[in-house]
């Protein structure tokens, strides 16, 4: 019994981190969509805000796709004008690791637990 939940865990290992980028971007879509963008301060990871630069292009793309999310499409384009295609385009990679990753596992020979 032992060796069975060994042989599991590291199947279960080894599929986590062959869709390790996928569950990162749907853990922060995720984030995105469960946060308030009307407050008035978010945290925030821009090196360029936290070094104390007024402006970065970048700024305002999580708020754009959070305000997507609760359906506010004139916010999120005021917040960036880039926010409904960036929202595409990481929809549309977590599609594509996940379906490359789905078939590269088929391909795979099957794990005999027994």
Excluded at 22 to 30: D, P, Q, R, V, Y
Excluded at 44 to 71: K, M, N, Q, W, Y
Aim: net charge positive.
């Amino acid at each position: 019994m032992g060796r069975l939940k060994i042989k599991s865990l590291k199947y279960a290992k080894k599929v986590l981190l062959k869709n390790s980028e996928a569950i990162i971007w749907i853990f922060g879509l995720s984030y995105l969509a469960l946060i308030n963008p009307y407050s008035p301060k978010q945290l925030t990871v821009c090196p360029l805000d936290l070094a104390g630069f007024e402006h970065c292009p970048g700024c305002g793309l999580g708020r754009s796709i959070s305000f997507i999310f609760h359906g506010d499409v004139t916010n999120s384009i005021a917040s960036h004008p880039l926010g409904i295609l960036a929202l595409v385009l990481l929809s549309y990679r977590i599609v594509t690791l996940i379906i490359k990753n789905y078939k590269a596992s088929k391909t795979l020979p099957e794990v005999n637990y027994g």
